[in-house]
């Protein structure tokens, strides 16, 4: 008798999650040729195979107010979600990150037998700490990004894996900025710098004006820099475009681009980026940048009284310093921001310094990560359905 299918479901809540998603999409084929997979996901995901019942972008909203404006639309799929997965049961549940939406579903799943797996540890590091014991109950283990997050864990009694960052493994570890030019087509002594306000739609509407505004501060002082501004959607560059309008920006040097993020980044002198996970892909390509974080006033305020850490983005966390600029808020002005990056600019032994820095946490965090989820995801399968998947040799 021929074995069915291997069921894995999955949720991903963002444009990082689908990228993290996909790649173990492919690491769990290798392992499991007979694996299906189905649940909320984007268009990498898509692309691997996999059924999303949900857009993902309907989940891709950030801060209290945005959740709140959206809670019963985003309500309703997680109920739709979990009931069609309790009355069909997958073999495994794969919550990429969203621990908001997913921490409940995997509650639930679990509490009915269904080994669920979160893969990207929440923050708890950085804030709402408390969460730690809701994600013990909710989770069969906990797939971490970051070196420091297991201790964290096991100190709970929670299984938990550290697998490194999926990034880490396709990013160039050496600084590729010329072949990035000469694929652009920008001379090695162009000042380019890119801005990366966002893939979020929330995202956008918060902060593309102010990253305008300090594309024509720089503009004063380098009248032939270039401004590199990759657009995940067609929804964000609208919105870019639009703020280009509003701003009477629209002479400015400006090169939109639909995607290509990495190479827009690797292209640069300096890189203006919303914090999140562009902030770690920034560092991975060792390229210097300040960090902006801008959010509805009372949101900020909430998540500003529960934080741990003195800084928000990803490569000051790993480096336990503040290796580069960061502008909260209210700080974010235009003049603000066009200094930190016109100082990065016209300071070369700086950029060294923290390109170094980052080809170290680079290094750290190179763990062949889709093999490494996809083995310990594999581990939590039931004996039965191990026994009667076709695992290939790698498994």
Known sequence: ??????????????????????????????????????????????????????????????????????????????????R?????????????????????????????????????????????????????????????????????????????SYVGHPLADVLPVDDVRSSARELLGLSAQLPVFALLPGSRQSELQYMADSFIATAIEINKSLPNALFLVPLATRETRLLFETALYRCAAHELPIRMLFGHAHEAMMAADAVLVASGTATLEAALLKRPMAIVYKMAPFSYRMMRRMGYLPYVGLPNILAGKFLVPEFIQDDATPENLAQALLNLYADKPTCARISEAFRAIHLTLKQNTAEKSAAAIVACLTPSVRRDAPLTATA
Request: aromatic fraction near 8%; avoid cysteine.
């Open 1 to 82: 008798m021929t074995a069915g299918p291997v069921r894995i479901a999955m949720v991903a809540g963002e444009a990082s999650g689908d990228l993290l998603a996909s790649h173990l999409i492919e690491a769990l084929k290798a392992k499991l040729p007979n694996a299906v997979f189905y649940g909320i996901g984007g268009p990498k995901m898509i692309g691997r195979g996999f059924k999303a019942w949900h857009p993902l972008e309907k989940l891709a909203v950030r801060g209290y107010v945005e959740v709140l404006r959206h809670y019963r639309e985003i309500s309703a799929i997680r109920r739709d979600v979990k």
């Open 84 to 160: 069609r997965l309790l009355a069909d049961p997958p073999d495994v549940f794969i919550g990429v990150d969203a621990p908001d939406f997913n921490l409940g579903l995997e509650k639930a799943l679990k509490q009915n037998g269904i080994p669920s797996i979160h893969y990207v540890s929440p923050s708890i590091w950085a804030w709402r700490g408390q969460r730690i014991h809701k994600i013990g109950a909710a989770v069969s283990r906990v797939l971490a990004l970051f070196p420091f997050e297991p201790a964290l864990y096991e100190k709970e009694g929670i299984p938990v």
